[in-house]
Every structure is written in C-alpha cells, then in structure tokens.
C-alpha cells in the first residue's frame, strides 16, 4: 500500500492532472481501458472505496444509452446492430463512442477521487507552493466544498417531490424534464446565496486585505513524491506525445 497520509497532496493533483489528461486528450478505447485501471489500482493502493466511485458511474449510465441513440442516428459511418425502419437506432460506430464517453467519465470520475484522501487545506497551500495566485487556489477549494453542497440540496429537493406524491420513475419522459427544471432554479437560487453570504463573510474577515500571505503550514515534498510526480509527468507527455505522433 501506498503511505496516502505521507504523500504530498502536490503529488495527488501530480497524478490527477496525468491521468485525466490522457483520459481526454486520448480516444483509442484499448487505451482508455489501460488507464482506467491504473487509476483504479492507484486507488486501492490509496485506499480509497471504489464502491462510491462504481455508484458514481452507475448514476450516468442512462446519459450513455442515450448518447448511442444520438450518435448511432446522426453520426454516419458503422454497421447498423438495432433498425427502425431506414433509420438506425444502435450502431456498432455509436456503441464505440458511447464506450469512449463512459470511459472517460470515468476516468475523470475516479482520478478525482485521489484528491478526496487530502484535506482541502491541503490542497490549497499545494497550489499556493506551485505558484498559483491565492485567491484562484481559494476559489478551487470553495468550488471543490461547494459541489457536495449542491448535490445534497438537490437530493433534498426531489425527495421533498417523492414526498408529496411525485414518483419519477412512472412520469412520462417530458414531465420528468419539467420537473427536473423546477427542482434545478430553486437549487441555483440557494447556492447563488449561500456565495453571496460567503464573499460577505470573506470581506468582514479581511480578506485580501494585504497583498501577501503567511502560512503557518508549509508542505515539504519527500523523495517518493519526487519520484511518483516525476513519474506521472513523464508518463502523461511521453503517452500524449506517442498517441499523436
């Protein structure tokens, strides 16, 4: 196992922006299968519960079933597998797509999943070390906290609908999109406040009120994180690099 409490969170975000860089940048879907479980092995070494990642994903499978109608009817090219009348449903050209889609949502979803073993403090004074202007590394850990905020008050939002008598596995596709979009306003509207209450408590605390900032944390890489960030770099460019060379 890999000491996760030991690792930089500079090393984290190292591996992260190398796996999901050949994730997105690279469509050959052998490829995207290798890298898909190398981050899964990096994750159990990291110890980190792929049950919540494989919920994760089962949640978009029906965004994929309709990605292969979409793209099997309006993408040319491929031998046809499902026909309605002229016109093609599923072809193998749309499955292989879909596939690449699934594949690097996963990627992304899983490689993500690296950063949840470091404290976002941590995360921040890593940014604020390689650099990265303060008030940026701030708002990446503020969008970062806020994402869980924003799920949340949707959950509560559609069970207080399955509460009154809404079932949203029985409505017709179209009332579902309706209802999808009375849920969706509301929930901007609360995240909007809650920024607002947030910038107006960052401003009666001060903040950017002097051009610099002293930390009392102060991260200090280890020579694995030398050896795992120089490693992942060299992979993501030298796998880029190759793919399109």
Same mark, same amino acid.
């Given at each position: 196992m890999i000491p996760n409490s030991k690792l930089?969170?500079?090393? @984290? /975000?190292?591996? !992260?922006?190398? +796996?999901?860089?050949?994730?997105? =940048?690279?469509?050959?879907?052998?490829?995207?299968?290798?890298?898909?479980?190398?981050?899964?092995?990096?994750? @159990? /070494?990291?110890? !980190?519960?792929? +049950?919540?990642?494989?919920?994760? =994903?089962?949640?978009?499978?029906y965004m994929v079933v309709v990605l292969v109608i979409i793209q099997s009817i309006f993408v040319k090219g491929g031998n046809p597998i499902l026909e309605l009348g002229s016109l093609t449903v599923i072809s193998d050209l749309g499955l292989q797509k879909s596939a690449a889609f699934l594949l690097r949502i996963g990627i992304v979803i899983a490689s993500a999943s690296i950063?949840?073993?470091?404290?976002?403090?941590?995360?921040?004074?890593?940014?604020?070390?390689?650099?990265?202007?303060?008030?940026?590394?701030?708002?990446?850990?503020?969008?970062?906290?806020?994402?869980?905020?924003?799920?949340?008050?949707?959950?509560?939002?559609?069970?207080?609908l399955q509460l009154r008598g809404v079932d949203f596995e029985k409505i017709p596709f179209r009332k579902k999109l309706t209802v999808y979009?009375?849920?969706?306003?509301?929930?901007?509207?609360?995240?909007?406040?809650?920024?607002?209450?947030?910038?107006?408590?960052?401003e009666a605390r001060a903040f950017r009120a002097y051009p610099f900032r002293t930390s009392y944390l102060v991260l200090k890489m280890k020579p694995l994180d030398y050896i795992i960030t120089t490693v992942s770099f060299i992979t993501a460019v030298t796998g880029i690099t190759w793919y399109y060379i």
């Open positions: 930089d969170p500079r090393t @984290k /975000l190292a591996m !992260v922006m190398s +796996l999901s860089s050949m994730g997105i =940048l690279m469509n050959d879907i052998g490829i995207m299968l290798g890298i898909f479980c190398i981050t899964i092995i990096i994750l @159990k /070494l990291l110890k !980190v519960s792929l +049950l919540k990642i494989l919920i994760k =994903l089962k949640r978009i499978l950063l949840t073993t470091a404290s976002y403090r941590d995360i921040v004074q890593g940014l604020v070390q390689w650099k990265m202007p303060y008030e940026i590394a701030f708002m990446v850990s503020v969008a970062i906290r806020f994402l869980p905020t924003f799920m949340e008050e949707f959950r509560d939002a559609s069970v207080a979009s009375y849920l969706f306003f509301p929930v901007v509207s609360n995240a909007i406040l809650k920024a607002q209450e947030l910038s107006i408590a960052m």
